[in-house]
């Protein structure tokens, strides 16, 4: 009788990610044991935005006592025995990363442009010009208003903890938020935490917080561009894999 192929498991281990700058930060991530730590880190730059060149990492075990720092950039993964709860520590020695400074995580740091009602009123083009325009061609356009149960049948097999895809762009994450948002217009909306930066925010929307999240992994939408179901983080080196 001939015997079987036998194909070889890749195991992998399910970390817990934190970053020095990033105090909001906080990720589960699985890796493959087989991975280098130079790949660890280039998985982890597409999630944080710590540059490889700057990132060093510290591995913790579940009850916070430090493990070893993850030095050797050519070791695989599994070389330091890191187990399922285990933390892995961003560390950016970069003083001038985007990470730094806090601005990624406090908004109010950032330095807004604003403009006068008067200097908005003389340009051409906006958004204000655009609706007056609208509403001199069609006078009952301001008498149109969403009703404050808008899309909420669609919210009734979406809960949050659900993993998502987001259209357009098939983008993926965890529902975080399901409901109506009062600094949105009315009716109903979701919240998803990208499972990468493809975001508007932290959760945080017009001053009004409805989950939290790491930076620009925040978004919130109408339910009709959410679809639950199974759809697992996508690893990044798959498409390089033949």
Known sequence: MASKLQLPVDESVLLRVTHSNLKS?????????EMTVESVKE????????????????LYDDTGAK?????????????YSPQDGYRLHIID??????TSGGWLEDISLVEKYRISDEAYDKLDGTIRKH????????PSIHERKVPDNYMEDL?????????CEVEPGE??????F????????????VGVHYDEPLGKHDGMVKGKRYFDCPPLHGVMVRPDKVKVGDFPERDPFEEDEI
């Open 25 to 33: 930060f906080s990720a589960d991530v699985r890796f493959s044991l």
């Open 43 to 58: 998985k982890l730059w597409r999630k944080c935005g710590t540059s490889v060149d700057s990132m060093t990492l510290d």
């Open 67 to 79: 493990v070893s720092d993850l030095s050797d950039n050519m070791r695989q993964l599994g070389f």
């Open 93 to 98: 020695m970069d003083p001038s990363s985007v």
């Open 131 to 138: 609706k007056e325009k609208l509403a001199s061609q069609n």
């Open 155 to 163: 919210c009734a097999n979406v809960k949050v903890g659900d993993r």
């Open 171 to 176: 983008k993926r994450g965890v529902v975080k």
């Open 178 to 189: 399901v409901g109506k948002a009062e600094t949105l217009m009315p009716g109903f909306w």
